[in-house]
Every structure is written in C-alpha cells, then in structure tokens.
C-alpha cells in the first residue's frame, strides 16, 4: 500500500515540475494571458515617436517656405528700380539741342555781327553773324540795320524769305545782305555813314558792327535780306 501511495505522489510532482518549467520557456499560459499585454503596449508606444518628429519637421518646412518669399520680394524691388532705370534711360528735355524747345533767340546778348563791303554785287554789303553762346538761337526774320545818318530803317526784300527760320549752333555763322545805294542815282543823293548798328526782331537791343575806316556810301534805295544759312543766298 505505501509504495502505491508513492507514486502518484511522484506522478504529481513530475507534472508540476513540467508546468513550471512551460511557463519559464514562455509557452502555454504566458502566449494567451498577461505575457500578451506587453506585447500590445509595444506597438501603442512605438508610433509616438515619429508622432513627435511630425511638429519639429513643420518649422522647418515653414522657413523653407519663407526663404524663397523674400528673394521674391527683393525682385519686386529689382523690378521696381528696372522702372526707375526705365525712366532713367528715357530722353530728358535737353537732350536734343536742336529741338524748338531748347532753343533761345538770337540776340545781341549771344551774337557777334561783322559788316563786310563786297565787290559783286555792285552797292552791296555782306552781315556775318556768329553765335558766341552754348545754345542754339533762332534768327527771326531780318536784321535791323541803323546806318548813322540815315532817315529809317531800311525795308526787307520779301523775295529773299527762308522756308524755314535760321538757326544758329554754337560758333556757326549766319548771312544777311545789305543793298546800300542804287548807284544810278535814283536814290537820291545819299550819305556817307560812319557807324553802324543791329537790331533783332522782337528785341529792342542793338549790337554794333563795324564799318571800314571811310564808311560806306548810302542813299534811299536802302534794302535787307532776311537771315539766311549761306553767303550765296545773301548777295543773290
């Protein structure tokens, strides 16, 4: 009887010693009960980690972002000094000395007159006038010539007109021609004159120019030419 009482005595402590050595192995009891829990917690815990990443990479993106803003601002600014630059390169009032706009009359301020007896034609006379300014002048209509001794000024001779005023670049010269005596008498008995002076239309300032030692010989058959570009045009 004792020896049938022992064995399953031995029987008994065999299988818990098996028991307990499945649970240290991590079988049986461990797959299904509390041994899982960890094993769910792991992957719950796993993805705050990038979760946490997320907010330190949008900063980032943001200034990112912001730097190619402001170098578009600053083309902005390019463009806007491209516009000054525009205005800039676009013509200013003085840049073309010919234009009607920039010139100024020819007075005797800006002007120097020399009086010229020539031999061909007969009785004639020759004005050369010089532009002594920086600025182009206009030379309107005719000269105003006053001979000492003489009654009046003398008439244009319309036939002599320009089609266009003459203008005067700085040190360029202009011409007027001066009859100064018929030389057939019907001038009358005429004058000699020793001095001589020069108006300008739409001024009341004379500028004198000189005559020759013994003057020049003039009666009433006094005649002008308008101011003209050329000699030729002058004593024709």
């Given at each position: 009887?004792?020896?049938?009482?022992?064995?399953?005595?031995?029987?008994?402590?065999?299988?818990?010693?098996?028991?307990?050595?499945?649970?240290?192995?991590?079988?049986?009891?461990?797959?299904?009960?509390?041994?899982?829990?960890?094993?769910?917690?792991?992957?719950?815990q796993s993805p705050?980690?990038?979760?946490?990443?997320?907010?330190?990479?949008?900063?980032?993106?943001?200034?990112?972002?912001?730097?190619?803003?402001?170098?578009?601002?600053?083309?902005?600014?390019?463009?806007?000094?491209?516009?000054?630059?525009?205005?800039?390169?676009?013509?200013?009032?003085?840049?073309?000395?010919?234009?009607?706009?920039?010139?100024?009359?020819?007075?005797?301020d800006n002007t120097?007159?020399?009086?010229?007896?020539?031999?061909?034609?007969?009785?004639?006379?020759?004005?050369?006038?010089?532009?002594?300014?920086?600025?182009?002048?206009?030379?309107?209509?005719?000269?105003?010539?006053?001979?000492?001794?003489?009654?009046?000024?003398?008439?244009?001779?319309?036939?002599?007109?320009?089609?266009?005023?003459?203008?005067?670049?700085?040190?360029?010269?202009?011409?007027?021609?001066?009859?100064?005596?018929?030389?057939?008498?019907?001038?009358?008995?005429?004058?000699?004159?020793?001095?001589?002076?020069?108006?300008?239309?739409?001024?009341?300032?004379?500028?004198?120019?000189?005559?020759?030692?013994?003057?020049?010989?003039?009666?009433?058959?006094?005649?002008?030419?308008?101011?003209?570009?050329?000699?030729?045009?002058?004593?024709?």
């Open positions: 009887m004792r020896a049938s009482v022992r064995r399953p005595r031995l029987l008994a402590v065999a299988s818990l010693a098996l028991a307990l050595t499945a649970c240290e192995k991590g079988g049986g009891v461990r797959e299904e009960g509390a041994a899982s829990e960890p094993v769910a917690s792991e992957p719950t705050q980690t990038p979760a946490q990443d997320k907010p330190a990479a949008t900063p980032g993106g943001t200034a990112t972002a912001k730097a190619p803003a402001t170098k578009a601002t600053k083309g902005t600014g390019g463009s806007g000094t491209g516009k000054g630059g525009g205005r800039a390169s676009a013509p200013a009032a003085g840049a073309d000395p010919d234009a009607p706009a920039n010139r100024v009359p020819c007075t005797a120097e007159v020399v009086a010229t007896p020539v031999s061909r034609p007969l009785n004639h006379m020759l004005l050369t006038i010089t532009n002594t300014g920086s600025t182009m002048c206009d030379l309107a209509g005719y000269p105003v010539v006053k001979f000492e001794g003489a009654q009046s000024v003398p008439p244009v001779m319309e036939h002599t007109k320009p089609q266009a005023v003459t203008s005067l670049r700085p040190g360029k010269k202009g011409y007027a021609g001066v009859i100064l005596s018929a030389g057939d008498g019907r001038g009358g008995e005429g004058c000699t004159a020793q001095s001589l002076e020069i108006g300008f239309q739409g001024s009341d300032k004379m500028t004198e120019a000189a005559l020759q030692a013994k003057g020049v010989h003039i009666d009433d058959s006094l005649r002008v030419t308008y101011w003209l570009t050329s000699v030729e045009d002058a004593l024709s």
